[in-house]
Structures are given as C-alpha cells and as structure tokens.
C-alpha cells in the first residue's frame, strides 16, 4: 500500500448535485494530482496541486476544481454533476512540486456513479 | 500533442508462458515513461520507470522494460507469468517541461490462464 488514502470509497449521486472527493497524501509528499478513470479507459489527469497552489489543469471545464490544504491533504469538487462524471477518481500524491521524474503514488480511488 | 497507445487492450496467456505488452508514445521532447498495475477494485501500483541511462529497466514482480527511442517504444516483458498477473497494465509518459502530468495508454489487460 502507498499510504495514499481517500474517502468515500462509493458515491451515488445524482445529476444535477454537487459532490467532494477527499484525499490524504503520503507523509512527506506536498504535491496531489486527480484523475478521472472512466470504465475501461486509463485514468485522465485532472489537475495538480503544490503547497495548496494548483499547478497544471488537464482538458476538465471549471466546475471541475480542487483545494489542498497546509497538511498536503486536498479536495476535489465537481459541480452540476453529469451523467459522464461517472468513474473512478484517483488521487496520487508525490513530492518535488511536480517535476516530471517523480513517481506518483496512487490511492485506491473513490467510485462516483452519477445517476 | 503527446499521446500513449497501448496496442493490445486484451492479452490472453497461459501459465508460466512468457509475455510482452506493448507500448508506443508520442513526444517532441524527453520523456520519462512509466508502467502501472491495477488490481481489480484498486488504485495503481508502480512496476517500474525509465528516466535515464540504461534502457532496460527491472521493475517489481519479475517484470522488466526496454525503452527504445528510436521506435519511440517501452514494451513490458516477464519471461514467465502467473495466475497472481492477472491485472490492468497501464503505461504512462510523463514530460519534463509539464510538470508530473501522467499521460496514460488506455490499458492492455492481462489474462493468464492456467
């Protein structure tokens, strides 16, 4: 296990309502990244957090946004949900504010079915 | 614009066989190159990464790798698999200049039969 964690492990909402996604990153790692992983398909990057400053955006619209707090923690909150928000979302957390070399280390991801 | 294709989405292969999935990128710049393991109902684990220096790289698991700039390729191979393989494999690109930005193929999943 990577430490990763994220919470809830299973949503269901429905169109329309707004959800908040949460994750805690590994001790030690100030940066978060999200992804979208739709069924079947690899995971799409989101966006990316660096001492609670977002640090590259992926091709997601704006009522797609985040937070990271001073522990390195972060949220992901997705607004007039769609029925295409369905998937699951990971969280990955890593350090040296993003540098391309860096691993990223995956949590076990929050399921969201959209009905 | 920087892409990954993963060729196979399927690969069927019995027991002890050996195996490789394939991998190919996109990139008019250095890349750093990564697979990823996905158990069911789980997040990703890392096998193994390319960054520098040797081609081949010897990830966990028995699994390696060789990145082929020519051919713009980083196939992952493992002479012999097991039940236990059964997964989601993913390979990834990352760029220098775009921070951590994990740009993923869309997965090869891996059967292994008794």
């Known amino acids: 296990e990577t430490g990763v964690t994220q919470s809830p492990t299973h949503l269901i909402k429905t169109r329309g309502q707004q959800v908040t996604l949460r994750c805690s990153s590994q001790?030690?790692?100030?940066?978060v990244s999200w992804y979208q992983q739709a069924l079947g398909q690899g995971p799409q990057f989101i966006f990316q957090y660096y001492r609670e400053e977002e640090n590259g955006r992926g091709n997601f619209p704006p009522r797609f946004s985040g937070l990271q707090f001073p522990n390195y923690s972060s949220e992901l909150n997705v607004n007039a949900l769609e029925l295409d928000d369905s998937a699951l979302y990971l969280c990955?957390?890593?350090?040296?504010?993003?540098?391309?070399?860096?691993?990223?280390?995956f949590g076990p991801g929050t399921r969201l079915l959209v009905l | 614009a920087q892409s990954v294709t993963q060729l196979d989405s399927q690969v069927p292969v019995f027991e002890e066989a050996p195996v490789e999935l394939r991998c190919n990128y996109s990139?008019?710049?250095?890349?750093?190159l990564f697979w990823y393991v996905q158990y069911p109902n789980q997040g990703l684990q890392l096998l193994l990464k390319?960054?520098?220096?040797?081609?081949l790289v010897k990830g966990i698991n028995g699994f390696e790798a060789e990145f082929n700039k020519s051919q713009t390729s980083f196939h992952l191979r493992k002479p012999s698999v097991h039940i236990s393989d059964t997964a989601e494999y993913f390979c990834a690109v990352s760029f220098n200049n775009a921070g951590n930005m994990l740009t993923f193929g869309g997965g090869t999943r891996l059967m292994v039969k008794p």
């Open positions: 990955a957390s890593s350090t040296g504010g993003g540098a391309g070399r860096e691993t990223q280390y």
């Open positions: 390319y960054l520098s220096g040797s081609t």
């Open positions: 990139s008019s710049v250095s890349v750093y």
């Open positions: 001790s030690g790692h100030n940066t």
